[in-house]
């Protein structure tokens, strides 16, 4: 069975920096696209983040040039760095991923749990 944990959320200040981690376990045969993603209260859930298969990142708008997604495919880790945090990134932060789930090039999408940012002004 896979799972995604997310950890790495906490309370910082505005203009904190956070590193958020993404950990995929389970029988697992390889991450193509993951994501971040974020929900803030009474709002829709939105992407932040996604780094391509091939390592290529692209980013929202609202998070360009503060963000940065990264993969480590042989520990199965996508990470988020964010910098510059505002009180507006308060959010949970959702991994979504790619798994490749047999050794056919068979993939399906997970969710994570996700993981509390506080970003207090």
């Known amino acids: 069975q896979v799972q995604l944990v997310e950890s790495g959320g906490d309370l910082v200040q505005a203009g904190g920096s956070l590193a958020l981690s993404c950990a995929a376990s389970g029988t697992i045969f390889g991450i193509g696209d993951a994501y971040w993603y974020r929900q803030a209260p009474g709002k829709q859930r939105e992407m932040v983040a996604v780094?391509?298969?091939?390592?290529?990142?692209d980013y929202a708008d609202s998070m360009k040039g503060r963000v940065a997604i990264s993969r480590d495919d042989a520990k199965k880790i996508v990470y988020l760095q964010m910098n510059s945090l505002k009180p507006e990134d308060t959010a949970v932060y959702y991994c979504?991923?790619?798994?490749?789930?047999?050794?056919?090039?068979?993939?399906?999408?997970?969710w994570g749990q996700g993981t509390q940012v506080t970003v207090s002004s």
């Open positions: 780094i391509h298969s091939d390592g290529s990142p």
């Open positions: 979504y991923a790619q798994i490749q789930w047999s050794i056919a090039p068979n993939y399906r999408y997970y």
